[in-house]
Nanobody, 126 residues
């Protein structure tokens, strides 16, 4: 079965960096887009970043572009979200997501993701 397990969350101060890991299993890693969503209290859940198997491109939401990067280690079936210059507004539960991908001309931030991890808390203090 598909399984996505996040790790690496925690409490940091504003301006610091943190890297989240997503360990994927139960599917062919190379056939899926892998991404990250987040949800903060009182806010809509938003797609933050993804990496697409269709064209090997990465995507970022305007709220994190320039501060976050995403990378994958195909040998380990892991995807990482590198978060730099964290701000209090980045405080949220972060979810790793996966979706089988065949054709994605609009990019993986537009996908409806079928598979979700349990989520992990990231808290950024002022």
């Amino acid at each position: 079965e598909v399984q996505l397990v996040e790790s690496g969350g925690g409490l940091v101060q504003a301006g610091e960096s943190l890297t989240l890991s997503c360990a994927a299993s139960g599917f062919n890693f190379d056939d899926y887009a892998i991404g990250w969503f987040r949800q903060a209290p009182g806010k809509q859940r938003e797609a933050i970043s993804c990496i697409s198997h269709y064209d090997d491109r990465t995507y970022f939401s305007p709220s994190v572009r320039g501060r976050f990067t995403i990378s994958s280690d195909n040998a380990e079936n892991k995807v990482y979200l590198h978060m730099n210059n964290l701000k209090p507004d980045d405080t949220a539960v972060y979810y790793c997501v996966a979706q089988w991908e065949l054709f994605g001309p609009l990019g993986c931030l537009t996908y409806a993701y079928d598979h979700w991890g349990q989520g992990i808390q990231v808290t950024v203090s002022s």
